[in-house]
Each structure stands twice: as C-alpha cells, then as structure tokens.
Nanobody, 123 residues
Framework: QVQLVESGGGLVQPGGSLTLSCAASGSIFSIKNMGWYRQAPGKERELVAAITSDGRRNYEDSVKGRFTISRDNAKNAVYLQMNSLNPEDTAVYYC?????????????????WGQGIQVTVSS
C-alpha cells in the first residue's frame, strides 16, 4: 500500500559524488519526516540525514559539509546529494519516512522503509 523506492546508488571512486533519490507511492495521506540511513557490513544501521516537512535538517557528524538532504513534498520524494565520498561511506543506504497512510477510509501512522541501495566507494 505504501512503497519507498530508492535509486541512484552504485560504484564511485574516492572523492566522487552520487545522488540518491527515494520516491514514496501508494495510499499516502501525509509525510512528516524523511531520512536516509545506512548500514555497513558488520555494523548497525545508522541515521545519515533527516529532513522535516518544513525543511529542517540534521546530519550525522561524519557527513556534515559533504552530504545534503532535500525533499520535494509535491512528489513525496527525498534526495541525498553525497560529495567527497570516501571508502567509509560504503554501505547499503535506506530511505525512511514517517507517514500517515489512508487505507479503507482509515488513517494509519507508519514508519516505512525502502528496500535499500548499495553505495560502494572504491578505487
């Protein structure tokens, strides 16, 4: 009923850039917060960046100044511009949204996840 689909991952050399995109679709009534998490092999999933519906942002310390999160409320989409990538940024990146779904005339609060997309930084 609600899907989050990520795109834009891949292999990039150290110092390079990538932009991740995530589009939410389905029976969406509203979206509050959207964000990006990542999980590297052998590590726990961590918050990378988040953005509220009115545009307030916060970032994990290691990506401040390098990553920029943005969203398009009309498209129910969130983006992550990643610059100056280094091998420590290698991980599976997940899109996340705190939203309200309208299903069968009833509103349901949901914490939805995308399927994840691989980002590999390597020479």
């Amino acid at each position: 009923q609600v899907q989050l689909v990520e795109s834009g991952g891949g292999l990039v050399q150290p110092g390079g850039s990538l932009t991740l995109s995530c589009a939410a679709s389905g029976s969406i009534f509203s979206i509050k917060n959207m964000g990006w998490y990542r999980q590297a092999p052998g590590k726990e999933r961590e918050l990378v960046a988040a953005i509220t519906s009115d545009g307030r942002r916060n970032y994990e310390d290691s990506v401040k100044g390098r990553f920029t999160i943005s969203r398009d409320n009309a498209k129910n989409a969130v983006y992550l511009q990643m610059n100056s990538l280094n091998p420590e940024d290698t991980a599976v990146y997940y899109c996340n949204a705190d939203l309200v779904a309208l299903i069968g005339g009833t509103l349901f609060a949901q914490h939805s996840w995308g399927q994840g997309i691989q980002v590999t930084v390597s020479s």
